[in-house]
Protein backbone atom coordinates (compact mmCIF):
# COMPACT_ATOMS: atom_id res chain seq x y z
CA UNK A 1 0.00 0.00 0.00
CA UNK A 2 1.35 3.24 -0.74
CA UNK A 3 1.72 5.99 2.07
CA UNK A 4 1.42 8.67 -0.81
CA UNK A 5 -1.99 7.04 -1.91
CA UNK A 6 -3.88 6.50 0.77
CA UNK A 7 -2.93 9.23 3.38
CA UNK A 8 -5.05 8.11 6.02
CA UNK A 9 -4.71 4.29 5.73
CA UNK A 10 -1.02 5.05 7.01
CA UNK A 11 -2.37 5.14 10.22
CA UNK A 12 -2.03 1.35 10.34
CA UNK A 13 -0.03 -0.48 7.03
CA UNK A 14 2.58 2.02 7.18
CA UNK A 15 6.08 3.21 8.59
CA UNK A 16 5.77 -0.34 10.74
CA UNK A 17 7.81 -3.36 10.52
CA UNK A 18 6.74 -5.98 8.69
CA UNK A 19 5.55 -9.82 8.26
CA UNK A 20 8.78 -11.93 7.74
CA UNK A 21 8.69 -12.93 4.16
CA UNK A 22 7.01 -16.56 4.88
CA UNK A 23 5.45 -15.95 8.06
CA UNK A 24 4.60 -19.84 8.55
CA UNK A 25 1.15 -21.56 9.07
CA UNK A 26 -0.02 -19.35 12.32
CA UNK A 27 -3.57 -18.36 12.01
CA UNK A 28 -5.25 -16.59 14.79
CA UNK A 29 -7.54 -13.55 15.51
CA UNK A 30 -6.88 -10.98 17.32
CA UNK A 31 -7.31 -7.11 19.18
CA UNK A 32 -5.02 -4.85 17.82
CA UNK A 33 -3.83 -1.28 19.09
CA UNK A 34 -1.83 0.77 17.59
CA UNK A 35 -0.12 4.37 19.24
CA UNK A 36 1.08 6.86 17.16
CA UNK A 37 1.98 10.83 18.50
CA UNK A 38 -0.66 10.58 21.02
CA UNK A 39 -3.34 9.13 18.55
CA UNK A 40 -4.49 5.41 19.65
CA UNK A 41 -6.03 3.33 16.92
CA UNK A 42 -8.09 0.05 16.79
CA UNK A 43 -8.52 -3.05 14.92
CA UNK A 44 -9.37 -6.46 14.05
CA UNK A 45 -7.16 -9.01 12.64
CA UNK A 46 -7.69 -12.13 10.99
CA UNK A 47 -4.23 -13.99 9.97
CA UNK A 48 -3.39 -17.23 7.75
CA UNK A 49 -0.12 -17.77 6.85
CA UNK A 50 0.48 -15.20 4.31
CA UNK A 51 -2.88 -13.23 4.00
CA UNK A 52 -4.07 -10.61 7.02
CA UNK A 53 -7.24 -9.05 7.08
CA UNK A 54 -8.13 -5.55 9.63
CA UNK A 55 -11.32 -4.62 10.26
CA UNK A 56 -10.85 -1.11 11.44
CA UNK A 57 -12.64 0.25 14.10
CA UNK A 58 -13.09 3.54 12.51
CA UNK A 59 -12.91 3.84 8.58
CA UNK A 60 -10.08 4.79 6.25
CA UNK A 61 -10.00 7.17 4.18
CA UNK A 62 -8.71 5.54 0.76
CA UNK A 63 -8.58 7.98 -2.64
CA UNK A 64 -11.63 6.44 -3.49
CA UNK A 65 -13.93 7.19 -0.23
CA UNK A 66 -13.94 5.38 3.51
CA UNK A 67 -13.03 1.52 3.79
CA UNK A 68 -13.46 -0.35 7.36
CA UNK A 69 -12.14 -3.48 5.54
CA UNK A 70 -8.11 -3.87 4.25
CA UNK A 71 -7.21 -7.52 3.19
CA UNK A 72 -3.37 -7.58 2.62
CA UNK A 73 -2.46 -10.42 0.14
CA UNK A 74 1.51 -10.93 -0.16
CA UNK A 75 0.76 -13.88 -2.10
CA UNK A 76 -0.67 -11.38 -4.73
CA UNK A 77 1.71 -8.37 -3.81
CA UNK A 78 -1.26 -6.25 -3.10
CA UNK A 79 -3.40 -4.97 -0.90
CA UNK A 80 -7.39 -4.76 -1.59
CA UNK A 81 -9.99 -1.85 1.03
CA UNK A 82 -13.22 -2.95 0.30
CA UNK A 83 -15.27 -0.49 -0.86
CA UNK A 84 -18.96 -1.34 0.45
CA UNK A 85 -20.59 1.86 -0.87
CA UNK A 86 -18.81 1.17 -4.44
CA UNK A 87 -18.98 -2.77 -4.37
CA UNK A 88 -15.33 -2.55 -5.32
CA UNK A 89 -12.37 -3.68 -4.17
CA UNK A 90 -9.40 -1.03 -4.68
CA UNK A 91 -6.15 -3.19 -5.05
CA UNK A 92 -2.57 -1.11 -3.69
CA UNK A 93 0.80 -2.23 -4.11
CA UNK A 94 2.18 -3.28 -1.31
CA UNK A 95 5.53 -3.53 0.09
CA UNK A 96 6.84 -6.06 2.91
CA UNK A 97 8.23 -3.07 5.17
CA UNK A 98 4.88 -1.69 4.86
CA UNK A 99 2.89 -4.42 6.86
CA UNK A 100 1.74 -5.29 10.04
CA UNK A 101 4.46 -7.48 11.99
CA UNK A 102 3.25 -11.03 12.30
CA UNK A 103 6.10 -12.82 12.23
CA UNK A 104 9.81 -11.79 14.65
CA UNK A 105 12.48 -11.19 11.90
CA UNK A 106 11.90 -7.38 10.45
CA UNK A 107 12.32 -6.21 7.04
CA UNK A 108 15.77 -4.46 6.95
CA UNK A 109 16.98 -6.29 10.11
CA UNK A 110 20.95 -5.50 11.39
CA UNK A 111 20.97 -6.48 14.78
CA UNK A 112 19.11 -8.76 17.17
CA UNK A 113 19.70 -9.13 21.46
CA UNK A 114 17.76 -11.25 23.60
CA UNK A 115 17.03 -8.83 26.36
CA UNK A 116 15.07 -11.65 28.63
CA UNK A 117 11.79 -13.63 29.57
CA UNK A 118 8.67 -11.70 29.50
CA UNK A 119 4.97 -11.95 30.08
CA UNK A 120 2.54 -10.47 27.05
CA UNK A 121 -1.11 -10.09 27.63
CA UNK A 122 -0.50 -13.50 29.60
CA UNK A 123 1.23 -15.34 27.32
CA UNK A 124 5.18 -16.24 28.04
CA UNK A 125 7.03 -13.96 25.57
CA UNK A 126 10.70 -13.04 24.65
CA UNK A 127 12.01 -9.41 24.77
CA UNK A 128 14.24 -8.36 22.31
CA UNK A 129 15.93 -5.22 21.10
CA UNK A 130 15.87 -4.79 17.05
CA UNK A 131 17.88 -2.73 14.63
CA UNK A 132 16.46 -2.11 11.69
CA UNK A 133 17.12 0.23 8.21
CA UNK A 134 14.70 0.99 5.67
CA UNK A 135 16.28 2.58 2.63
CA UNK A 136 19.06 4.44 4.92
CA UNK A 137 16.69 5.07 7.92
CA UNK A 138 17.57 3.41 11.01
CA UNK A 139 14.91 2.75 14.03
CA UNK A 140 15.18 0.45 17.07
CA UNK A 141 12.53 -1.37 18.65
CA UNK A 142 11.30 -2.77 21.26
CA UNK A 143 9.62 -6.52 20.60
CA UNK A 144 8.09 -9.10 22.73
CA UNK A 145 7.32 -12.47 20.79
CA UNK A 146 5.21 -14.88 21.43
CA UNK A 147 7.25 -18.43 22.99
CA UNK A 148 4.64 -21.00 21.65
CA UNK A 149 4.06 -19.19 17.77
CA UNK A 150 6.50 -16.47 16.74
CA UNK A 151 4.09 -13.98 16.39
CA UNK A 152 4.78 -10.38 17.38
CA UNK A 153 2.79 -10.21 20.41
CA UNK A 154 3.89 -6.05 20.83
CA UNK A 155 6.59 -3.35 19.01
CA UNK A 156 8.05 -0.44 20.61
CA UNK A 157 9.84 2.06 18.59
CA UNK A 158 12.48 3.64 20.67
CA UNK A 159 13.23 6.49 18.71
CA UNK A 160 9.44 7.74 18.38
CA UNK A 161 6.23 7.96 19.39
CA UNK A 162 4.75 4.78 17.90
CA UNK A 163 3.92 1.18 19.32
CA UNK A 164 1.49 -1.69 18.20
CA UNK A 165 0.09 -4.50 20.10
CA UNK A 166 -2.06 -6.98 20.61
CA UNK A 167 -4.78 -6.79 23.33
CA UNK A 168 -6.43 -9.80 23.04
CA UNK A 169 -5.35 -12.92 20.95
CA UNK A 170 -6.78 -16.18 19.76
CA UNK A 171 -5.08 -19.18 18.25
CA UNK A 172 -7.81 -20.89 15.67
CA UNK A 173 -8.41 -21.64 12.35
CA UNK A 174 -9.65 -18.41 9.96
CA UNK A 175 -11.90 -19.36 7.05
CA UNK A 176 -10.23 -18.53 3.29
CA UNK A 177 -13.07 -16.39 2.24
CA UNK A 178 -12.21 -13.67 4.97
CA UNK A 179 -9.04 -13.09 2.70
CA UNK A 180 -11.17 -13.24 -0.43
CA UNK A 181 -13.06 -10.24 -2.12
CA UNK A 182 -17.02 -10.17 -1.22
CA UNK A 183 -18.85 -11.87 -3.30
CA UNK A 184 -20.53 -9.35 -6.25
CA UNK A 185 -17.12 -6.54 -5.42
CA UNK A 186 -15.59 -5.68 -8.82
CA UNK A 187 -11.67 -4.84 -8.62
CA UNK A 188 -11.48 -1.21 -9.78
CA UNK A 189 -9.32 -0.12 -12.68
CA UNK A 190 -7.91 3.44 -13.09
CA UNK A 191 -9.32 5.48 -15.95
CA UNK A 192 -7.15 4.52 -19.03
CA UNK A 193 -5.05 7.80 -19.50
CA UNK A 194 -5.36 7.82 -23.11
CA UNK A 195 -8.88 8.23 -25.05
CA UNK A 196 -10.37 7.26 -28.27
CA UNK A 197 -11.21 9.90 -30.50
CA UNK A 198 -14.26 9.92 -32.87
Known amino acids: MSLCLLGAASVWSHETAAAASSP ?3 EFSASLVKRVEGRRFEAQVFAKNDRIRLEYKYAVKT ?4 SSIEIIR ?3 RESWFV ?3 RRQILPVPVKPEEILPIQSNLPGEQ ?3 LI ?3 TTIG ?5 YEVGVDYNGRSERFYEWVDVETGIVLKLVSQDRDWSIEYV ?8 DYYFEAPTGYQRWLPPSSTRERG
Not at 168 to 175: E, V
Open 24 to 26: GSV
Open 63 to 66: ELGY
Open 74 to 76: LDK
Open 83 to 85: LAQ
Open 111 to 113: SRT
Open 116 to 118: GDA
Open 123 to 127: RASRL
Open 168 to 175: RIRLSPQP
